[in-house]
């Protein structure tokens, strides 16, 4: 049984940091297994905001958070990381961590297979 489980979420205020995680287990990577972190806002739809290739160390990031935030993923602990720097009132939702292989577009969240909980950010101005 696949299980992804987020943590790492909290409120701050603007300017400051925070990092997610998400613990993986059950999954099978192959070669073109893609991890997604994304957001959502109560009314909206989940957007992407960061994804890392598994198979080729490759990353890729929503224009609003290049620059401020990064992934990563720790092979040995199957934990996909999300380090957010410089945080913003508009960075605030709840994040969760997605599991895809191949998808056509890494930023939607239709072509993701498993899904965490979610863990909810807060930056307050």
């Known amino acids: 049984q696949v299980q992804l489980v987020e943590s790492g979420g909290g409120s701050v205020q603007a300017g400051g940091s925070l990092r997610l995680s998400c613990v993986v287990s059950?999954?099978?990577?192959?070669?073109?297994?893609?991890m997604g972190w994304f957001r959502q806002v109560p009314g909206k739809e989940r957007e992407g905001v960061a994804a890392?290739?598994?198979?080729?160390?490759?990353?890729d990031y929503a224009d609003s958070v290049k620059g401020r935030f990064t992934v990563s993923h720790d092979n040995a602990k199957n934990t996909l990381y999300l380090q957010m720097n410089s945080l913003k009132p508009e960075d605030t939702g709840m994040y969760y961590c997605?599991?895809?292989?191949?998808?056509?577009?890494?930023?939607?969240?239709?072509?993701?297979?498993?899904w965490g909980q979610g863990t909810q950010v807060t930056v307050s101005s």
């Open positions: 997605g599991a895809a292989r191949w998808p056509s577009s890494w930023s939607s969240p239709k072509n993701y297979n498993y």
């Open positions: 059950g999954y099978t990577y192959t070669s073109g297994s893609c």
């Open positions: 890392f290739w598994t198979g080729g160390d490759k990353s």
